[in-house]
């Protein structure tokens, strides 16, 4: 993952200070560049405000590491790009995406020098508002003046704005030391600032002027009727969420429902883009020891959601690329104080050993490398404080234990058992692309909370869950993860929270997702073949059937504190909701 840091003062440029610096560092190790202006850049110095900008690079795309800030002088333009596009449009991008989408804005903008400001701020944004991927950017536009920047719609990357009196900054990480009050940037739109109007000196503050989703299709539309095409971003964004009810003709979920092989299609996609075509790290390696190398590690606790994307990336993967399996287990004196081995004994460490066994049998001719990282009580403490500086402004009690989970499973240090013997050898995983199955739940009703409104309120409680869930992906908890991820220099992907299968999840109709029945519907009769599996994620559970995977189809979902016995490690009566003291 890469590091931004941009500021925006009355007189001064404002450097991160060392610390930062560090953490920025720690997010891409492979390069880290500054760049300084004033702008506007007149004689009268009083007039300028100062910008200081550093960018560093986890390089993970391209066969060379692109620096950043990406600057262009004739095109008067300062890019910093955190994250990946996959796709312009429906254009899959190859190469490095940062310089794809660099030039591609100087493309377009070169035939708008002469434009007014709002017309280059129209095609900046719809530009970026095509880009398929997760993202977080920031654009310095000298011509027009002006700074653009923001997240992608479900928020996969972090980027937080701290505003003051005399300044504006924007950053991958916050400090937390001073009074400064830093805030995640919202993904309801992208950002603009206006340097010429908004200067500090006029007496104002630095005051960012939303573009919202909306009033951007409403703009792609403009572009629709011009040159006939549609833009993938409204295609993907205009959809809802599909409400229909089952009536007596709809058929119930079962094998061979097309919805299961779209899903499955859908995954592959959404795998092929995030798995293939990673660069090695190691360029001068011996053939032999790259085979060894993993490129991909899951964050595996061998529930469905991650065992699927094991699977199915098996059959995307050469047979000799090694796949890591990070589980993690924690000590916690709350459960453990008496037992010998406490990490044998985590609930997830039991699924992640059944899972690995699974898939072991299902894909023979694959290593499968099950990483146990075992994290005693000592170590939690000891990183506690890192931890929660990472993760702010996120600051409650199920932050922390969620984003410890995630911090040590990312990390990336455990065990792993040599072959044919009962002992384990100490192993750091080289993959820099770690897989997350988060988004599942989410979209295919994977929550206890779902079930639960489908008790009380049948589908249309069931269908205004799942509505909730969709529409706060973006605000919800992916900033922060990204932020304790990336401090190993490992990126997290997503599979499911690909913007097609997302917008196909969208448009599914919910009993083609989940296996929910009621006797008013009675083509879902509960005797039927399918429904021996659990209702919540039904679909992904005939898919991990169809490929062999008959025990992973029937995990039960498990919160990852749980599982990881991360939550109330403590002795104090605390709630997930209480702020951390
Ligand atoms: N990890 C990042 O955010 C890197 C940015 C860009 N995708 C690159 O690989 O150069």
Redesign the pocket.
């Known amino acids: 993952?890469?590091g931004i840091y941009f500021s925006i003062d009355k007189s001064d440029f404002l450097w991160p200070d060392a610390k930062l610096k560090y953490l920025l560092h720690s997010r891409?190790p492979d390069s880290q560049h500054s760049l300084a202006f004033s702008h506007p850049q007149k004689t009268s110095a009083e007039n300028s405000v100062c910008l200081a900008i550093q960018s560093t690079?986890?390089?993970?795309?391209?066969d060379q590491?692109?620096s950043?800030p990406l600057q262009d002088e004739a095109a008067g333009l300062v890019l910093c790009?955190?994250?990946?596009?996959w796709k312009i449009g429906e254009c899959p991008i190859s190469g490095?995406?940062?310089?794809v989408i660099f030039h591609m804005l100087i493309t377009a903008l070169t035939q708008h020098v002469a434009s007014s400001t709002d017309t280059r701020q129209v095609v900046i944004t719809q530009l970026l508002a095509s880009v398929a991927g997760p993202?977080s950017f920031v654009l310095f536009d000298q011509i027009s003046g002006q700074v653009h920047f923001g997240r992608d719609r479900l928020g996969r990357?972090s980027l937080l704005q701290c505003q003051k009196l005399d300044s504006f900054s924007l950053c991958s990480l916050g400090t937390w030391e001073s009074n400064d009050h830093w805030s995640e940037v919202a993904t309801d739109g992208f950002y603009v600032i206006n340097l010429t109007e908004n200067t500090p000196q006029n007496g104002n503050r630095i005051r960012p002027i939303i573009q919202s989703w909306s009033s951007l299709n409403a703009q792609t539309h403009c572009s629709q009727n011009q040159n006939g095409s549609l833009s993938a971003s409204e295609v993907i964004w205009q959809g809802h969420l599909n409400k229909e009810l089952p009536t007596s003709d709809s058929s119930p979920l079962t094998p061979a429902s097309y919805s299961v092989h779209e899903i499955e299609s859908n995954l592959r996609h959404s795998l092929q883009l995030r798995i293939l075509d990673i660069p090695s790290t190691h360029p001068n390696q011996q053939a032999e020891m790259l085979t060894s190398m993993s490129k991909i590690a899951i964050l595996f606790s061998g529930g469905l959601d991650c065992s699927l994307i094991a699977r199915v990336s098996h059959e995307l993967l050469p047979c000799h690329e090694t796949i890591d399996l990070l589980n993690v287990a924690f000590e916690n004196p709350r459960i453990h104080n008496n037992i010998s081995s406490p990490f044998e004994t985590c609930p997830d460490r039991i699924t992640g050993h059944q899972s690995v066994e699974e898939l072991r049998r299902v894909c023979p001719n694959r290593t499968w490398r099950f990483v146990e990282i075992d994290v005693p009580y000592s170590e939690t403490i000891e990183n506690r404080q890192t931890i929660i500086e990472l993760m702010k402004p996120h600051n409650t009690e199920m932050d922390l234990s969620i984003a410890l989970a995630l911090y040590f499973a990312a990390r990336g240090i455990g065990k792993v058992q040599d072959a044919g013997t009962a002992t384990r050898s100490a192993y750091r995983t080289p993959a820099r692309v770690l897989l997350s199955g988060l988004g599942a739940d989410e979209l295919f009703g994977g929550y206890q909370r779902h079930a639960t409104a489908f008790a009380r309120s049948h589908f249309e409680g069931l269908l205004d869950e799942l509505n909730l869930d969709i529409s706060r992906i973006g605000k919800r908890n992916l900033g922060r993860d990204d932020r304790v991820i990336s401090h190993w220099g490992r990126?997290v992907r997503y599979p499911y929270l690909d913007e097609t299968l997302f917008a196909w999840a969208m448009a599914t109709p919910v009993w083609q997702k989940c296996g929910f029945w009621t006797s008013e519907w009675p083509h879902a009769d509960g005797k039927s073949k399918a429904n021996f599996l659990e209702p919540g994620k039904k679909l992904l559970r005939l898919l991990a059937c169809k490929l062999g995977m008959q025990q992973v189809a029937n995990e039960k979902k498990r919160a990852i504190q749980f599982g990881a016995r991360t939550a109330k490690m403590d002795a104090r009566k605390t709630k997930g909701t209480d702020m951390l003291s």
């Open positions: 993952m890469c891409g690079v986890l390089s993970l795309r391209g590491v692109v950043q790009w955190n994250g990946e596009a490095n995406d940062a310089q993202f990357r990126e």
